[in-house]
């Protein structure tokens, strides 16, 4: 298994904690709250995220082990807790295991898609394209 299947596991698992969906809704509205801002330096047209229904930002580094480390952030509570936790299953990991994992499965699980409207299904859809493409760039 790899560490972004294992990831989605615990995430898994604390949204069938909570259980009810409104409660899973707001338990991500809290991960966007918790999120770090980026500085203004870093919100650029080069980061922005496109066909997000609000402004947001990815940063990508590559670090010298060669793992990827996203950074973002939006001006909405939604879409910052859907980045806290694209962050949290993408961070840290290499271009092969974001390449990898099956994305469109795995968010199914979750069920994110379930508790956004389309303009934010959209936004969700973007944001782990662009994850993607970095994976393929670097």
Known sequence: MSGIDQTLNEIVEEFELIGDRDAQYEYVIELGKALPRLPAAEQTEANALRGCASPAWLVTERRADGTLVFRGDSEAVIPRGIIGVLLRLYSGRTPA??????????????????????????????????????????
């Open 97 to 138: 295991e974001i390449l990898a994992f099956d994305a469109r499965e795995g968010l199914a699980r979750l069920g994110l898609s379930n508790m956004l409207s389309m303009s934010r299904a959209n936004g969700l859809a973007s944001m782990v394209s662009r994850i993607r493409s970095d994976a393929e760039r670097a």
